[in-house]
């Protein structure tokens, strides 16, 4: 039995692609500068465009795939950035809390200017 190769990511497939490309084209540049055959040179060429267009359509479906998510660890945020959020994220909680018991919110403008007419047409 044979065992399949663990799950590249896309990412990890388009790095391999554009490696082989680029020694594709390397390759295609040695030969097209080493002869003087214009059939030859026209031939490399040929070939220097497939690797482009086929190292462009490697681009496409990489930028096709969504990006990688960060697991984070069991204990806590793993990656700096994770640390960030996760402190803003406690913050705000406690701005929050706090800013809640201080005081009452205002009145809005609108509500406060509607009650003083109410009052002056001796009204609710």
């Known amino acids: ?6 799950a590249r990511s896309p990412r990890q497939w388009c790095d391999e692609m554009q490696t082989k490309l680029m ?3 390397d390759e295609a540049w040695r030969i097209a500068e080493s002869s003087d055959d214009p059939a030859v040179q026209a031939r490399a060429r ?5 690797c482009g267009q086929m190292a462009a359509t490697a681009r496409k479906i990489a930028a096709m795939t969504p990006p990688e998510k960060r697991a984070k660890a069991e204990n806590g945020p793993e990656h700096p950035l994770d640390l960030i959020e996760d402190f803003v994220r406690r913050m705000d909680k406690a701005t ?3 800013e809640a018991a201080e005081a009452p919110q205002p009145r809005a403008a609108q509500a406060v200017a509607m009650k003083a007419a109410l009052a002056k047409l001796k009204r609710r």
Do not use: G, I, R
């Open 46 to 50: 040929e070939k220097v465009k497939l």
């Open 23 to 25: 020694a594709a084209l």
């Open 1 to 6: 039995m044979s065992q399949t190769p663990a």
């Open 96 to 98: 929050t809390a706090v």
